[in-house]
Structure formats: C-alpha cells, structure tokens
C-alpha cells in the first residue's frame, strides 16, 4: 500500500464510521444541547466540512477562486477553529444543506488528492499547522480529526437518549 493508499484509506474508513452515526440522528435533534450549551451536531457536521477544505484542499494546493462553491467564507467562519455554536436553527443551514456541503467538500478532497505522488505528499503543506509541516501528514490528520468530532456526535447521540449504534 502507497502512503496515497494510506492516507485515503483512513480518510474514507473515518466517513464510513461517521456517516451511519450522523444519519442515525433525526434532524429535529441538529441543533440540540445539552444543558452546558457546548455544541451541537449541525456544528459538528459542518466542522468536519470546514476541516476537511482546509487539511485536505487549502494546506495541499491552496485556496481558489471558485472554492465558495464547497463552502463559502460565512460557512467557514462558522464552523471553523474558534467558532462558537449556535444553537438557534434559523442562522444555520438547515441539516439537509449542512449534509450536502459536508459530502461536496469530501468528495473534492478525495478527486484532487487521489492524483498525489508520493514526492508530492513529501512536500511542504501550504499554510503552518502546529502538529505537522508536510502534505502526507495533513491528510492523516484529516482522518485523525474527522474521528475526534465523530467520538462527539455519537456522545451527543448517546446524551439525546439513542442506543449505541456499533458494538
């Protein structure tokens, strides 16, 4: 297996496990919280989505023009590093247009990096990370983090009252 191989194998395994336990939530539950008011899973969800542009597209070839197009810069300052949740639906996406953004930032990711070389996976990351410098290692982080928000959601799930869904 060519770390390319690695690096979408864990990619794809993390949206595997995602996907089942953010399809197993009624959309009436998105914007819930727990009493503490810390997150929600519309949050979470759009999280993944706005990670994903930035490990996967943005530190990998940069930003371009018509990128709007998979998330747009009110999106990414919503669900970015820093964001606070909010929980009120009517300044949100719906869960529906959350979910499409989700899989449209996914599904670019994945036709862009599928034609990395290994000497290009070696090569810098285009904006400073603190836990990695080089293109290989944001794609794993890619996975690494998607799992982190999942363990979130499905602890969210768990607070609402559903029964576990993998055992």
Do not use: C
Request: zero cysteines; aromatic letters at 8%.
């Amino acid at each position: 297996m060519t770390r390319l191989e690695h690096a979408l194998h864990l990619i794809q395994t993390a949206r595997a496990y995602t996907l089942p336990v953010v399809e197993s939530i009624p959309s009436g539950d998105w914007f819930r919280q727990p009493a503490e008011g810390v997150t929600h899973i519309a949050w979470q969800v759009g999280h993944i989505a706005a990670a994903q542009y930035y490990l996967g597209l943005v530190r990998i070839r940069g930003e371009r023009p018509d990128d709007a197009r998979l998330i747009t810069p009110e999106q990414l300052q919503m669900w970015g590093k820093g964001s606070t949740p909010d929980p009120d639906p009517a300044r949100n996406p719906t869960p529906d247009e959350t979910l499409a953004i989700f899989h449209r930032v996914y599904e670019q990711m994945l036709s862009e990096i599928r034609g990395l070389t290994d000497a290009q996976l070696n090569e810098a990351i285009l904006k400073p990370h603190r836990l990695f410098t080089k293109k290989y290692d944001s794609l794993l982080w890619v996975a690494h983090h998607e799992f982190i928000h999942v363990g979130q959601i499905g602890l969210l799930r768990r607070l609402f009252g559903a029964a576990p869904l993998f055992g």
